[in-house]
T-cell receptor, first 113, second 110 residues
């Protein structure tokens, strides 16, 4: 069974630009969650999608948005990039049912210059 | 919201030593997991353990949900155990919002 795939692995963007990150979950998994990891703030929850609907959202500004497609693949978009958005962005896949564990992708490392 | 505290923040071990990592959480949870983040950033799922005890090779974990803590035991540590260990909890609020602890950074010396 293929794991969680995130693309791209590395990205360099300029302040003010926008970026789209992609996550393909494990086959059969309907839930995709996104996290931001920085040295200062640790791992922070961004949002979770289940069957194309956002079920939960963390405390991030509206510049951070996401969506999920009918095949469960998810995209995360950050608009008007700031230097502080530089981080490792991780995606997790799960069945979305109570009590089942999540599996993480290798992440996308975003650098904003 | 739920607070998750991990201790110790840093740990240096000699290869072969045993260790115990702790995770305290401030409210009842539906799910608790332990992860290991390797030097390349990959988070590896170690245990899904909302309660009880589980073992997998040299690793074992115990969660006492009524007292709101979980312990991860590493026995006969190896250099490949180095990395950051995270505890994460979830509550079902109509969807899952995962809260991570700050992690325990482990370095195992040869």
């Amino acid at each position: 069974k293929a794991g969680v795939t995130q693309t791209p692995r590395y990205l360099i963007k300029t302040r003010g630009q926008q970026v789209t990150l992609s996550c393909s979950p494990i086959s059969g998994h309907r839930s995709v969650s996104w996290y931001q990891q920085t040295p200062g703030q640790g791992l922070q929850f961004l949002f979770e999608y289940f069957s194309e609907t956002q079920r939960n959202k963390g405390n991030f500004p509206g510049r951070f948005s996401g969506r999920q497609f009918s095949n469960s693949r998810s995209e995360m978009n950050v608009s008007t990039l700031e230097l502080g958005d530089s981080a490792l962005y991780l995606c997790a896949s799960s069945s979305g049912l109570t009590g089942l564990s999540a599996f993480f992708g290798q992440g996308t490392r975003l650098t904003v210059v | 919201g739920i607070q998750v505290e991990q201790s110790p923040p840093d740990l240096i071990l000699q290869e072969g030593a045993n260790s115990t990592l702790r995770c305290n959480f401030s409210d009842s949870v539906n799910n608790l997991q332990w992860f290991h983040q390797n030097p390349w950033g990959q988070l590896i799922n170690l245990f899904y353990i909302p309660s009880g005890t589980k073992q997998n090779g040299r690793l074992s974990a115990t969660t006492v949900a009524t007292e709101r803590y979980s312990l991860l035991y590493i026995s006969s540590s190896q250099t490949t155990d180095s990395g950051v260990y995270f505890c994460a909890v979830e509550r079902d609020t109509g969807g899952f919002k995962t809260i991570f602890g700050a992690g325990t950074r482990l370095f195992v010396k040869a």
